[in-house]
């Protein structure tokens, strides 16, 4: 809710600010808190560490000097310390053999959200490529029983878990498990699609002279992450996405540590090879920055969840009568408001007493602490009306939609795209159209305008957590018709961006690191522009960030294409001329449908956009290329 919507006074004011404000701008990170941490220092961490290994041949130094072998501090690391946890294995004799290790705190076991993340140095013996047995993997995990040694070779292993070679050694240097299983590109989504270290997308993410093998993370630290969010489980390096899929069940164990050798050769000189660990924590939400877990908070009632988000209250913009805090007014929020009401002259009644300012915030329309019949007639004029249906509770947020449609294929994935948006899975602020005010000297009379647009590109999600989906014009058009809009324009473009409220500079994604047109990637391009667009107000007419797939009287003499345009520098510059020289199928993370309003105002009279284009004199309103006769796909 914006609090200059609806005004409040007195101690429900109070209330209201402290909710709106409590979580900063929606759709930004939230804080973290740290449930466990430990960064070896204090040499005492060998005794609060349990180890399993296959055949015992590994050596593990809980208080290793790293700075001795020439190792800088850890990126994490508080006043250049050098002390972490070092592994080696197949090395202490002369057999070959392979063997692995595996180390968990003791007593230790996370539920729900969490993040591990540490640093790690893999070293290797000799150089670029390494050399004779060279080839070991770094291994870390969730969700484990911390009852056996987790690894390749181990079909009972269990726990959500992942490898990574340091010197490119493997075919599948980059590995994600799902206990015993090695999952493949086909069955979880990996960012490069690809497990080997020649990928493009490693290739660049660890380059040369950087990185001593280019495309492999080895003699260098790197920040790693391993995190289950809300259904969502990733593994990231650098921050870099490795991979992502869907994981509905939440986690219920400790984090794992390893290093595992699965081929029997001995590395010459072994002494090269290990790995390091610094800096390990298990972190958590923490949205109202108190330094408890979110969850812990809701757990213990030192926050409420009045309307069972799983978020603290004081993190939800409740509001204007969206008490379900997913953009939109619909029977949920009938069914709050019915909970909340108790009548003239009275403080709400909700079923939970604790609530009594949560239902104030979202249904005292009239400011006098009661919620009452005249608060929902004003209610009432909320409530979400028009072609785009309200929000379904069961939807997924923008992560969860990426976790569950990374692996597929284009046209599963672009159905799905369909299915959710044109059911209503779209984050509330798209739900907003903004103003264009154009004006043109028509037949000598001055001629002025205004046609409503999106304020952002096409998403799924809700406000919090969402995704912009770039789709093929094919898609595009039918959810247009669904919710009765077009695309825009040429001019249009251009006139959306001139009016932007927030700017911001294109950040192209070479093709020649990445495959452009997987959903991991529209998910980086999404976050690289939430990192821009950070302290920037949810909502406000956004240009700058992609190319609009548009509509021109071109189309008619190129069928079968998709005409773009646009993704404007801050010099008002557009990248990308008209061009109509893909497939009508084609989009890749550049691509964004922004969607216009059929309806517009003509010196005052409503008008629809599409007999404005076919007008001989009215289309220099809307076209800098002439009357636009079928402006659709």
Known sequence: MMLSAHPRTGANLAWTVAVVCGVGLVGVAQGQSVLYSDDFDAGVSAAQWTLFS?????????????????????????GGTTIGLKFTVNNNDDIEATDAVSAYPTGQSFDGNQMLKFDMWLNYNNGSGGGVGSTEFATAGLNHGATQVVWADNVSSNGWWYAVTGEGGASDDYRGYDGGTLLLPASTAYAANDLNHTADFYQNLFPNPTYETQGAPGKHWVEVDVRWLNGVLEWRLNGML???????TPPS???????MDTWPSIATPGADNFVVFDNVRVEALDCNANGVADRQDLAGATSLDCNATGIPDECEPIGNGDYEVDGDR???DVASFADCLNGPEAIPDPSDPNCTGACQAAFDFDDDLTVDLDDFADFQMTYTTGPIPPRPQSAPTGSQFISEVAALARVDRENRVLAEITGGNLPGFLREFVAIDVSANIGGTPTNATYYVMPDYLCVGVDRDFVRMPTSPLIAQQIADAFDCLLPTRKMVDDIYDQSAVKLAPQPISPATVDIMLATTFYRHHEIVEGQRAGQTLGALVGGIKKDVVVTPLLASNPGKVAIYGWHQLSGVPIQPLYLGHVDWYMDYSHGIRLVK?????NGSEIAVTDVLADPDLHVLLSDEGVVSNPRY
């Open 242 to 248: 490795i991979t992502i899929r869907e994981q509905t």
């Open 598 to 602: 059929q309806q517009m105002l003509v």
């Open 54 to 78: 296959h055949a015992g041949d590994y050596t593990a130094d809980f208080a290793f000097d790293y700075s001795a072998p020439g190792i800088p501090s850890a990126p994490n690391s508080t």
């Open 253 to 259: 164990g400790n984090i794992m540590l390893g290093y």
């Open 330 to 332: 619909d029977l949920a």
